[in-house]
């Protein structure tokens, strides 16, 4: 991919977001999920299930921000970002149709999660020296 000042902008936005977010669902769920007006109580079995995706999460992270520093990385980083923040937007939008509509904190969480998943798809075909399939090589 093509080194480019807004490419690692987007990275290390989504890079941050995913830190961050990934960091507090491990270090107190209750408390995260509080915020959204989600009581998880003290189940243990929902904690596991909830911080397992969490690490996940954490780990996304680590992978998109690697990709500012090594450019063998920023293909992987950027398809990554743009393909799990499109995916948790999509997937709050397709939960408001089936399920109607969650807290504004949530709203506002899948319309962050689009931009986010937007932009690094913006980047992806704009900076990726792919060529298009089908082409002479």
Avoid at 85 to 105: F, K, M, N, Q, T
Wanted: with cysteine; charged share 10%; net charge negative.
């Amino acid at each position: 991919m093509k080194d480019a000042i807004s490419l690692k902008l987007v990275l290390a936005i989504d890079a941050l977001v995913a830190i961050a977010v990934g960091a507090m669902i491990q270090l107190s769920p209750a408390d995260f999920y509080a915020m959204n007006h989600i009581d998880i109580g003290e189940n243990l079995n929902l904690l596991s299930e909830i911080r397992a995706p969490a690490m996940a999460l954490l780990s996304y992270g680590i992978l998109i921000l690697a990709g500012i520093f090594i450019s063998r990385l920023t293909f992987t980083a950027t398809l990554l970002a743009s393909t799990f923040y499109l995916s948790y937007g999509v997937a709050r939008i397709v939960s408001i149709g089936l399920d109607g509509w969650p807290s504004e904190s949530l709203i506002t969480a899948a319309v962050i999660e689009i931009v986010l998943g937007l932009a690094s798809l913006f980047c992806l075909w704009k900076y990726a020296n792919v060529p298009n399939l089908g082409e002479q090589q």
